[in-house]
């Protein structure tokens, strides 16, 4: 996707002249405005650059868009195929939380704050622009969904523009993106902005438009007008008096054309550094096009070292490339394979006063919020908990999640729920592997135990141990024994007027009592009836 980029970096760079430039730690007042609007406390940091995290906006669920999003299957692989515990998707690394929609307010959360424990003062937006094409509208609104979220962290964030969504000759129309960005985001008090007051807008190329002339299109009536930061050696195609800067990328020539960016890091009005894990790209084996190059990871040193070099150059801004880009396997957020190691070096480098614990504990928060949906009272506890988080209050944060869930074991305990029709007043049981309802609730069989895995929800039958499912596709929803990977097992939590429903993951169904058969079905009933409706008991 980006190759052809790639060599013309490479082949430009090859004739930079070269300086030998003693690195020193920059003034930030020099070179970017710091008053920024937040809502939350600051992490303390042993450095003064801005450390921004470089976020993907692209990932969507069954559950957030009626299907797998394009990046996590690409053109080839089944994320509904589940083999020891993990779905196939379309990469070498594997979330901790399992695949996720980008979209999702209960990852965003999680992102942010693990963000902010790791010494991050912001996010750089790989954003798709307002063209109607392809899945430019749902990355536009995950973009937004986590913009709603970061002044309530305490971060700032950064467009990166993707000028490659636009057809040459279309600069007025790209001109609607930064009329958007004017409208929606400069005008936000946690936009980032350089020493003049003007908001830094980053540019993934130029891609498509290479004139100066197009770029004054671009911007043309902009107010205020927001300064361009182009890929390294490219600020002769948007032009000088549009440019603010340069930035380096992830490289096959590495870290040569890195390491001659931070020669020449000094002369640039706004400097870039650039942290990146390795990279093993995916496209090959999801049948995509990219480039098939790689850079070894040697376990966490290339991180290290990457980061060592951006500290010890002149640059205003370090951007970690990235917190989530599976397709190239660049991904520093917690994965199964690599854990919260790549958090925890920035963590140590940085100079930040927190380990792995505090990731910890916001990946018990993520694991209570998948648990507890549905439950209004629980979900405003775990409000607070973010609260005390997003101000450091680690300990009073830890101490009502142990509340929550029983001194710090995993959620629910064993007594379990009951789940409760609206419409009939009855009660959920376990009967011969069949889910049936009465009025009664004294009992067991009774009573669901909830339980997460890979991020999913499941009910488990306190009497029995069976889980609630549709494996079969009966007229009446099972109990039985069925793997943890099942996806007939999996329900997620919907909220409607005050009660929940319950859709299962795989038919997208909902759980419900129309028929009055004397058995609980899974069927389509739209969110209005109330054989549709449930209240989770303790």
Known sequence: MRTLLWACCALFLFACNKSSLEPQEPSLSGKLKADVSANAVAINKSTNKK????????????????????????NNQNPDIIVNGKRQIAAYFYPKTGPYASGDPDIIEYQLLLMKYAGADGVFIDWPGTRQRYDYPDNLANSNALIGKLNAVGLQFSIVHEDRNWDPGMASSANGDFVYMQN???????????????????????????QPS????????????????????????VGANNAGGEFPW???????????????????????????????????????????WQIPFNGTSTFSTMLDKALNSSVNIIQFATWNDYGEGTIIEPTDEFGYSFLTIMQQKLGVPYGQHEFEVISRLYEYRKQYAGNSGVQQQ?????SYLVNLQVSNAENLLNSIGGGGNPPPGGTGVLIKNKWLNTYLYEENGQVKYNSNSSGNQYRWAQETVNGHIRFKNVATGNYLNIEHLYNYVESSAVPNTYYSSYWVLESYNGYTRLKNEWQNTYLNLENQSGFAQCTNVPAFFESGQWTLQN
């Open 214 to 237: 197009e770029w004054n299109t671009i911007l043309n009536g902009i107010n205020p007008r927001p300064k361009i930061i182009p890929l390294f050696g490219f600020t002769n195609e």
């Open 184 to 210: 929606n985001y400069f005008n936000q008090g946690n936009y980032l902005r350089n020493a003049s007051n003007a908001p830094v807008v980053l540019n993934f190329g130029p891609i498509t438009f290479h």
């Open 51 to 74: 450390i921004f995290i470089h976020w993907m906006p692209w990932f969507e669920t069954p559950a957030s868009r009626g299907a797998w999003g394009y990046h996590w299957k690409m």
């Open 382 to 386: 775990l409000n607070q908990v973010f």
């Open 250 to 292: 992830i490289y096959q020539e590495h870290p040569g054309v890195v390491d001659r960016y931070y020669t020449q890091a000094a002369s640039f009005p706004l400097s870039i550094g650039v942290v990146y894990p390795g990279f093993k790209s995916f496209y090959a084996a999801g049948g995509a096009d990219g480039p098939t």
